[in-house]
């Protein structure tokens, strides 16, 4: 594993490995560190591990409810919890839902999704979990979890194009889309607006890529993959 230390000239540092492969698995930055949920290595974990950057190490605490991976994953401010949804088990495409308690380091169940998907794009805008677009399975809609009434609802407008496999954030209550799969890897880059329901293209990355899910979060504004 790797981490970007924005405070310590701006560079790539190696950290201590997970407990577990990572393969599909989300990062969540909480005020209280990142946690790593929804992994693979060989079959699906509900395994979640918490990385103390003090000490420099993992720890596998709490689990949550149904194994999965390459699911959604956001940390939600007003409700300062996380939530995890979709993904994908021994060949079962996923639209559980689960919420994290950091305090307590525990998971419970929440109400499942409308639409079973995998390799979704997940952030949290407006103090709600979105979970957008999904890959194998190639779709468009977007669906958005409602903390305060357990609820999800299917958002009015789909992302531009079918397609999963990319990363997922927050900045300043909108969500981004960046990268993923289409049939071939791609370099877009979509900022998803939940006030006006709209997508809207931004600069495009330098690198077109896919699969790399574990490796984006934002911080001071900026969105990091």
């Known amino acids: 594993a790797t981490t970007y230390n924005i405070t310590q000239g701006a560079v790539w540092q190696a950290i201590t490995a997970g407990t577990k492969g990572m393969y599909g698995a989300n990062l969540v930055s909480t005020p209280v560190g990142m946690i790593c949920v929804g992994m693979l ?13 003090i000490e420099n190490k993992w720890t596998a605490i709490a689990g949550f409810t149904t194994p999965k991976y390459a699911g959604a994953n956001s ?16 060949g079962t495409l996923r639209n559980s839902c689960d919420e994290f308690d950091y305090v307590t380091e525990t998971w419970r169940g929440r109400t499942a999704a409308v639409t079973a998907r995998i390799f979704p794009y997940g952030f949290a805008a407006q103090n709600r979990h979105f979970s957008a677009g999904g890959y194998i399975a190639a779709i468009s809609s977007v669906e958005a979890y409602d903390p305060a009434s357990d609820t999800w609802a299917t958002m009015g407008t789909a992302m531009t194009a079918a397609k999963g496999d990319g990363v997922g954030y927050s900045i300043s209550n909108t969500g981004y889309a960046v990268g993923g799969y289409t049939g071939a890897v791609t370099d877009t880059n979509y900022q998803y607006n939940p006030i006006n329901d709209t997508w809207t293209a931004k600069t495009v990355t330098t690198t077109a890529r896919a699969k790399a899910m574990g490796g984006s979060y934002s911080e001071r504004g900026k969105g990091y993959i």
């Open 41 to 53: 290595d060989g079959t699906a974990y509900t395994t979640t591990q918490k990385y103390d950057a």
């Open 75 to 90: 940390f939600v401010p007003g409700y300062d919890k996380v939530y995890s949804s979709h993904g994908e088990d021994a």
